[in-house]
């Protein structure tokens, strides 16, 4: 991907069968030929990530928390024009590169606390030696990479040298509770214009991305927002917003055959960022929860060929070796059965529920594990096993990765 280009292009298929640490592979996306696009954002991740030692040329105090939402949400909604003047001072640019020379790459960022620390994405800060941050009055601070998270695309910045008037955090929104149809604007700097506002509406939710790093294999973000509001290369680390001045995503990707703006963009909720931030602030990592099983969305076919009365649950087609539900005890298939065109193994555990939430597709358990679970946590899961209700309890590691910190 050229340097210009900061939110990868992508497309989101709809697939039966993921590979799960507690993201799930889908082998479709090595055919639909997007992936160019993404993998050179992993590969570039990968390759250029952060030393690790560049939290040791930093005091502890820049590993500490400051105040998050100082600036208060609206009691109603507020107009476009209003709602740029109280969120665009706490919206930046990123530049990064590796020598003064050349151009570099540009993004966006926004303030999370009073303490210099700005939230964007990965791909817009990984692989530079050189991290500048330009406040909306054009005032320009070197920071330091000192957290990321391949797997969400989240990165933590640090500047040490900004007066507290400057560091104006937006707070954050309840990404639960975001409605389809509701008005968000996202304010960044698209193909390095900057404090540059667009506005639409929240086209889907849940929706899901692949994630930079997961080893070799592309992993994928859950919980995805789906927006209309024109997201353009430069965008990409920048808030969207709800009308009441509360950040309900960071805008992170768009879906493109061209690399410019088609009508659909994707942002990383509110809620992932309020869990994972504060965690790369004061450790420079975030350790998600591991379950590591491959499975199968039910389908019509895939319960009738299973003689189910109805078609709910993930059937389990592979256990990861070592993982967290292989010492749970729960069973893969060994009869492989071609169905809806393709060869499941058949006879495994079906998951019903993940602590009595009702699961029916692999995309609730992946929407469970980043909401309510951490490392360390028992989590009960209600299989169907030879057509009987049985609950295993599984104990949730932390998810092996190759990336290293931050």
Same mark, same amino acid.
């Given at each position: 991907?050229?340097?210009?280009?900061?939110?990868?292009?992508?497309?989101?298929?709809?697939?039966?069968?993921?590979?799960?640490?507690?993201?799930?592979?889908?082998?479709?996306?090595?055919?639909?030929?997007?992936?160019?696009?993404?993998?050179?954002?992993?590969?570039?991740?990968?390759?250029?990530?952060?030393?690790?030692?560049?939290?040791?040329?930093?005091?502890?105090?820049?590993?500490?928390?400051?105040?998050?939402?100082?600036?208060?949400?609206?009691?109603?909604?507020?107009?476009?024009?209003?709602?740029?003047?109280?969120?665009?001072?706490?919206?930046?640019?990123?530049?990064?590169?590796?020598?003064?020379?050349?151009?570099?790459?540009?993004? @966006? &960022?926004?303030?999370?606390? *009073?303490?210099?620390?700005? %939230?964007?994405?990965?791909?817009? !800060?990984?692989? /530079?030696?050189?991290?500048?941050?330009?406040?909306?009055?054009?005032?320009?601070?070197?920071?330091?990479?000192?957290?990321?998270?391949?797997?969400?695309?989240?990165?933590?910045?640090?500047?040490?040298?900004?007066?507290?008037?400057?560091?104006?955090?937006?707070?954050?929104?309840?990404?639960?509770?975001?409605?389809?149809?509701?008005?968000?604007?996202?304010?960044?700097?698209?193909?390095?214009?900057?404090?540059?506002?667009?506005?639409?509406?929240?086209?889907?939710?849940?929706?899901?991305?692949?994630?930079?790093?997961?080893?070799?294999?592309?992993?994928?973000?859950?919980?995805?927002?789906?927006?209309?509001?024109?997201?353009?290369?430069?965008? @990409? &680390?920048?808030?969207?917003? *709800?009308?009441?001045?509360? %950040?309900?995503?960071?805008?992170? !990707?768009?879906? /493109?055959?061209?690399?410019?703006?088609?009508?659909?963009?994707?942002?990383?909720?509110?809620?992932?960022?309020?869990?994972?931030?504060?965690?790369?602030?004061?450790?420079?990592?975030?350790?998600?929860?591991?379950?590591?099983?491959?499975?199968?969305?039910?389908?019509?076919?895939?319960?009738?060929?299973?003689?189910?009365?109805?078609?709910?649950?993930?059937l389990v087609v592979e256990v990861i070796g070592g993982s967290p539900a292989e010492k749970a005890g729960i069973r893969t298939g060994n009869s492989p059965t071609k169905v809806d065109g393709q060869t499941i193994p058949l006879g495994g555990d079906i998951?019903?529920?993940?602590?009595?939430?009702?699961?029916?597709?692999?995309?609730?358990?992946?929407?469970?594990?980043?909401?309510?679970?951490? %490392?360390?946590?028992?989590?009960?899961?209600?299989?169907?096993?030879?057509?009987?209700?049985?609950?295993?309890?599984?104990?949730?590691?932390?998810?092996?990765?190759?990336?290293?910190?931050?």
């Amino acid at each position: 991907m050229h340097k210009g280009l900061l939110a990868a292009s992508i497309v989101v298929a709809a697939v039966a069968i993921f590979f799960a640490y507690s993201q799930f592979y889908s082998p479709d996306w090595q055919r639909n030929g997007s992936l160019p696009d993404i993998s050179r954002l992993i590969t570039d991740a990968k390759n250029n990530a952060a030393p690790d030692n560049s939290r040791q040329n930093l005091q502890e105090s820049a590993f500490e928390l400051g105040r998050v939402s100082t600036v208060e949400a609206a009691d109603t909604e507020l107009t476009l024009p209003d709602l740029f003047d109280k969120a665009g001072k706490s919206v930046v640019q990123v530049s990064a590169s590796n020598d003064v020379s050349e151009q570099g790459k540009l993004g @966006s &960022g926004f303030i999370y606390d *009073d303490n210099g620390h700005i %939230v964007t994405n990965l791909h817009v !800060a990984s692989g /530079s030696n050189q991290l500048d941050v330009t406040f909306p009055d054009g005032t320009i601070y070197r920071a330091t990479l000192i957290g990321s998270d391949p797997f969400t695309d989240l990165a933590v910045l640090y500047i040490k040298d900004a007066p507290k008037d400057n560091l104006v955090p937006l707070p954050l929104a309840d990404s639960t509770k975001i409605r389809v149809g509701e008005q968000v604007a996202a304010i960044g700097n698209p193909f390095g214009l900057s404090s540059s506002m667009t506005s639409g509406i929240v086209s889907g939710i849940g929706r899901l991305i692949p994630s930079q790093d997961s080893g070799p294999l592309p992993f994928f973000i859950p919980d995805i927002i789906q927006t209309d509001a024109p997201i353009n290369p430069g965008n @990409s &680390g920048g808030p969207l917003l *709800d009308m009441r001045n509360e %950040v309900v995503g960071i805008n992170t !990707a768009i879906r /493109s055959t061209t690399g410019e703006f088609a009508g659909i963009g994707f942002a990383v909720p509110s809620n992932t960022i309020a869990k994972i931030i504060p965690s790369l602030i004061k450790t420079g990592k975030f350790q998600h929860p591991w379950v590591g099983i491959s499975g199968a969305d039910m389908t019509p076919d895939l319960a009738k060929a299973l003689k189910l009365s109805e078609p709910r649950g993930v059937l389990v087609v592979e256990v990861i070796g070592g993982s967290p539900a292989e010492k749970a005890g729960i069973r893969t298939g060994n009869s492989p059965t071609k169905v809806d065109g393709q060869t499941i193994p058949l006879g495994g555990d079906i998951i019903l529920e993940l602590d009595g939430h009702q699961i029916r597709k692999v995309d609730d358990i992946l929407v469970y594990l980043q909401r309510e679970k951490s %490392v360390g946590d028992v989590m009960d899961v209600a299989i169907l096993r030879d057509g009987k209700l049985q609950h295993v309890s599984v104990h949730l590691d932390a998810r092996p990765s190759t990336q290293g910190s931050p």
